[in-house]
């Protein structure tokens, strides 16, 4: 099962930042936290991945706690394309175990 | 941007036919792979294929399922009796092959599989 834990909605106002946590308390050392999202039934998009440093690129920010034991995904300016299913997920092997994940809806 | 293509979009196909979904992976990555998500319910791992052959499979994974990499660039899923309960999407992905940890995949946009 999926080692990490979502909640199952959020709402965020157009132009916000979207801040979406993670918890991964069973997370080991040298495994890494990735960040997929979902729009409609469509391919899962990748977003951002890293290990214990905060990330950033064009898409998002993420920030690992220093015990590593959570995450929070930030989107700073939130639209509404932003509108999807936002998977947390803790590498175990190759397969990639996606959760229920977090229904992010931007609202205008 | 290279991406991962899948085709057909959508196929319909009576319950025991044979079914092949294609794959076109980015071009230099060397692991591919086949999730499935059926309506309602998570993204699945069905299997993974390095070096021409099944690295990792799921319990999913049955012998009713099959992949292979026919030529250079295609990567097919072909399941050999379609059932009720393989209507769902399935979504081809790939990754350069460069580490399991670190190794970043990259989904198609899925084929909506109908078995009536």
């Known amino acids: 099962d999926a080692k990490t834990t979502q909640p199952p909605s959020m709402d965020c106002a157009e132009g916000r930042a979207a801040n979406l946590p993670c918890n991964h308390s069973t997370i080991s050392g040298n495994e890494y936290v990735y960040w997929y999202r979902q729009i409609h039934s469509q391919g899962p998009q990748y977003i951002i991945h890293g290990l214990k440093n905060n990330e950033t690129n064009e898409m998002a920010s993420l920030i690992i706690t220093e015990d590593r034991k959570s995450s929070t995904l930030i989107l700073p300016h939130a639209t509404l394309r932003d509108t999807a299913v936002y998977y947390c997920i803790v590498r175990v092997n190759n397969d990639m175990r996606f959760g229920a994940g977090t229904r992010l809806t931007v609202k205008p | 941007e290279p991406e991962v293509t899948q085709t057909p979009s959508h196929q319909v196909t009576q319950m025991g036919q044979e079914v092949i979904l294609r794959c076109v992976p980015i071009?230099?990555?060397?692991?591919f792979y086949w999730y499935r998500q059926i309506l309602g319910q998570k993204v699945e791992f069905l299997v993974s294929f390095y070096n021409n052959e099944i690295s990792e499979k799921s319990e999913i994974f049955d012998d009713q399922f099959s992949v292979e990499r026919p030529d250079g660039s295609n990567f097919t899923l072909k399941i050999r009796s379609t059932k009720l309960e393989d209507s769902a999407m399935y979504f081809c992905?790939?990754?350069?092959?460069?580490?399991?940890?670190?190794?970043?995949?990259?989904f198609g946009p899925g084929t909506r599989l109908t078995v009536l």
């Open positions: 071009s230099n990555h060397l692991y």
């Open positions: 992905a790939s990754s350069e092959g460069r580490g399991t940890f670190t190794d970043t995949q990259y």
